[in-house]
Every structure is written in C-alpha cells, then in structure tokens.
C-alpha cells in the first residue's frame, strides 16, 4: 500500500505562530496541512462560529491543541467543552466531532503508533 507524503509546508528552523497560518473565512472550516507521511500529519484548521466537522472514527490517535476561540468536541458521546490553549486526545477508534462555539483555530496531530501500523 502506498501512502502519501509531502514535504513540510513551512519553512525549516524558522518560528511561526500556528494560528495565523489559516485565516477565517465566513461560514466555512479551512485547512492547512503543515506534514503528511507515513507516521501522520500536522493539520491547522479554521472554524467559522457553528460550523464543525460531522461524527467520523479515526483509527489513529489524534490530538487537538485550541489555537483560538472555542470548541465543543464530542468524544465516544462526551462533550468536552475546549478553549484556547487546551489540548484534548482523541482514541483512535473512538466516534468524535467537533463544533465552534466561536470562531476557532485548532493544530490537529495525528498519528500511528507501533500497535496500530501492525493493525494496518
């Protein structure tokens, strides 16, 4: 099987401040990918005020990292209610989604781990 990868998309040993790298934009959820491989990705995200992302099972671990605004992310049917400069793990196999109270940006960090490539 193979798998996509890309080079990263920001430059190498240069500080960036994660929440500026998306902008909003009006009633819509925008995405910046920063690294896709075979271990994972690095994802940042905009959400407009209600918007989110519908109830999905990832089979990787993922973490959320509240940039900006806030969110409520429902995990495994427990809200969790998120906020700038919170981090929330998501299990892999586990229903999640997500919804903007407010405007929100998010990293998202997902990835394999050693039990779940031998799953794969």
Avoid: C, W
Avoid at 10 to 35: H, N, W
Avoid at 71 to 76: D, H, L, P, V
């Amino acid at each position: 099987m193979t798998r996509k990868q890309s080079a990263p998309n920001m430059p190498p040993a240069t500080p960036v401040d994660l929440a500026a790298m998306v902008d909003y934009q009006k009633d819509a959820v925008v995405s910046r990918t920063l690294l896709q491989d075979e271990v994972g990705t690095f994802t940042v995200f905009s959400f407009d005020q209600g918007q989110g992302l519908s109830e999905h099972t990832s089979p990787f671990n993922a973490f959320v990292q509240i940039l900006d605004g806030q969110a409520e992310i429902t995990i495994g049917g427990k809200r969790v209610p998120a906020e700038s400069g919170q981090i929330i793990l998501m299990p892999g196999g586990v229903p999640h989604q997500l919804q903007a109270v407010t405007p929100f940006k998010m990293l998202l960090t997902l990835f394999r781990t050693r039990s779940q490539e031998s799953d794969s």
